[in-house]
Nanobody, 121 residues
Framework: QVQLVESGGGLVQPGGSLRLSCAAS????????MGWYRQAPGKQRELVAA???????NYADSVKGRFTISRDNAKNTVYLQMNSLKPEDTAVYYC???????????????WGRGTQVTVSS
């Protein structure tokens, strides 16, 4: 089995920073794209940022210039550095990873349980 475990969420004031981490563990052969999504109350889940195994990145327009995604392939871990946080960034943040469990296995999406980020004064 595969598990994704997020950490680093919490309460922060507007303008503050947080760093989220997500570690994948279990029976893993390789990990393709890893990403962060978020879901605010009453809204659909949306992509925040994604990063390929080779380091290519993609960001939602609303977070460009403020958030930075990175990964450590040796640790099967993805990070999200969030700076200049705004109240509208408040949401549950979910980690996602495209994982194959065997050399000839198929690619499958895995999700973490989410971590709450609240931006409020």
């Amino acid at each position: 089995q595969v598990q994704l475990v997020e950490s680093g969420g919490g309460l922060v004031q507007p303008g503050g920073s947080l760093r989220l981490s997500c570690a994948a563990s279990g029976s893993i052969f390789s990990i393709n794209t890893m990403g962060w999504y978020r879901q605010a109350p009453g809204k659909q889940r949306e992509l925040v940022a994604a990063i390929t195994r080779g380091g290519g990145t993609n960001y939602a327009d609303s977070v460009k210039g403020r958030f930075t995604i990175s990964r450590d392939n040796a640790k099967n871990t993805v990070y999200l550095q969030m700076n200049s946080l705004k109240p509208e960034d408040t949401a549950v943040y979910y980690c996602n990873a495209e994982i194959t469990q065997t050399m000839f296995g198929y690619l499958r999406d895995y999700w973490g349980r989410g971590t709450q980020v609240t931006v409020s004064s």
